[in-house]
């Protein structure tokens, strides 16, 4: 593993798809797993079998004002800030500081709208209102009902905007070890030996953050709070002095002059940036995904001296001031940007740094290195959030929801083999699509409640809607990917209504999907990529046809079908076709079948393995019959008693 890190490190530029880098995290990943379940045993392996397969809790209240700030602007100002804004600027120039203006207004409505339906449900009879209300699709189920195509669509839509998000973060974090952290010993004189073993450090540190923030999440909430919070704090404070030196060093350079002349090109300009860099503006939602986590009460000091405050007051002022802090976060660091060159490179904001001496890059490797700890587990929990909540409102299989973390994972790991810009502008289409359903509930929530309902949510709306749209004037593909992923959703949302019967139909149109997903990232990749990827999507497609086969032959089907025919002659055709398209989808699920026989078969060897061992120990028991007559019979019970357990699980 050394040897291929160094070969790593002893890269200057990382490749364009760094699936060996993908593969060497793996790996090492694979290898810090495996020593902490041998160093853990039997707790932590429970441990991770109770994370797979568990459903979403309803914790006490754990946070705060100060708490929810904090995990606030973490989750918002993320790795991405050095990466969209950098990109932005140098694209659009003066453009791209009023598209991003521009978002910050429409995050600012937003979140005011969030707070606004947030408040209205304390109004709610306690005999109708949900314990819980995780994400803004709460608020829409709450104006159109749980069996809405509006609450399914924007549930799923954000699921899908946050799994690509974590991908690309996860790609950022690829980048960052295995680009950039290595010339930050380069940089100080330190040798290639002691950067191996700091690349090593940095991987066992996000595996352990990673294990903490998920498997021990409820045992360390406190604890993790109070992290989340420090580590945003430092982040802000090294942003804000790479921001003044920044700016002391390269003076800003924004002029008018810049702006087309030409309205149409101005147009598409201000909003295919706006569409780019709304990414960075969503991340206030995460307080609103900690629903059922807040504290009912919080005390604040004022001059007449201590006062209590309720959450549905200091909630949504948390998501006011998270997303004003972050907008002029994000605002002072265009302007900083401004005047550097473009640099087209995985990482810009630290390219950029790195121009400016060791010592302002290793700060800023510092800042990259806190800001991909507070929004990749934070965006990968909201995504698995979301496919849990779908799962507890009826819409998956419970045996499906129950995986929900490993499959968002699963899907995780399949996008980090697409571009940046890819992802960043699916997750970009993804949650506008959402929030664009999600604003218009305010408008249903006041109507329902009986009051007039504000202008804010139309705007919000169409504003939205309308940057969504813009992706078709700069990337028809994302447009269209986009649009296939709310179609599937919409699909997936008609297939679930018939009922335990579309089991088989939905895992067909998941198949389908995978198959989509994985030859539109093959066309992307390098050779390697691309054979993986279409191999997977051959699979895919196998399975697809193997589960629609089932599905025309299941006795619900079969039973109409016999029903509705006339002859004798009629009724021999379809039966022989019907056993046909079974056997046919029966050969092609053979790979499955074959893995369930290889699983019985190692269970049956380590039966027989049992008894062998249970065959000696009863010998050996023979002789302490006479040396030990009471020793002897209370063994001699125990072990009777797991040879009639084997017994039974040999007959089974």
Known sequence: MLACLEIAVSKQEIAPRPLYYLTMTIITLSISCVVLLYVGGKPLEKKLVRFVKRKVRRPTGIFGFFSLTGIGIGATVGA???VVVPTAIWRAGTIGVFS???????????AVSYGKMFQRTQRIPEAVRQPVYIGGPSFVSLAYGKRSIAYFISRFSLWVGNTTLTAFNALMIIHFIYGYFPKCFETLGVAREYSMLGVIAILIVFVFWFIISTIYESKYKKELVVAQTLLSTIFILLLVRH?????????????LSEIPQDPLSLVKTFLTTAAYVYLLFFGFQEIQALGGEFKEEITVPTFKGRKKVRMYTYVPLTMLITVITCSILFLAYALAVSGTSSVESGIPGLDVALTLGSKEYVFLIIAFFIASLTTLVPSYMAASRHLIMLGE?????KQLSRYAYLFTFLIMAVLTMAKEEFLIKITDFSVLISLGIIALAERRICLLQGEKPSVRSIVISVACLLIAGAFYLDSPNVFFSGIAFIYLGWALFELIKIGFGGLNLFITVLCLAMYFLSSRIASLGAP???????????????LAIAHILNFITSPSIEKKIVNKTGSTLDLLLISVTLLAIRKIGKLLEFPVYLLKKVKDYRSKTRVQSNKYKLVELALKLEDYKEKNPELYSRLKAILEEDLEKLEKTLKT
């Open 393 to 397: 409102d009826g819409y998956f299989p």
């Open 80 to 82: 991405s800030i050095f």
């Open 243 to 255: 921001i003044l030196v920044l700016s002391e060093r390269v003076p800003p350079s924004i002029s």
């Open 100 to 110: 991003l203006l521009f978002g910050a207004v429409i995050s600012t409505l937003l």
């Open 528 to 542: 390697l990529e691309e054979a993986i990827l279409k191999t997977m999507a051959v699979l895919m497609v196998i």
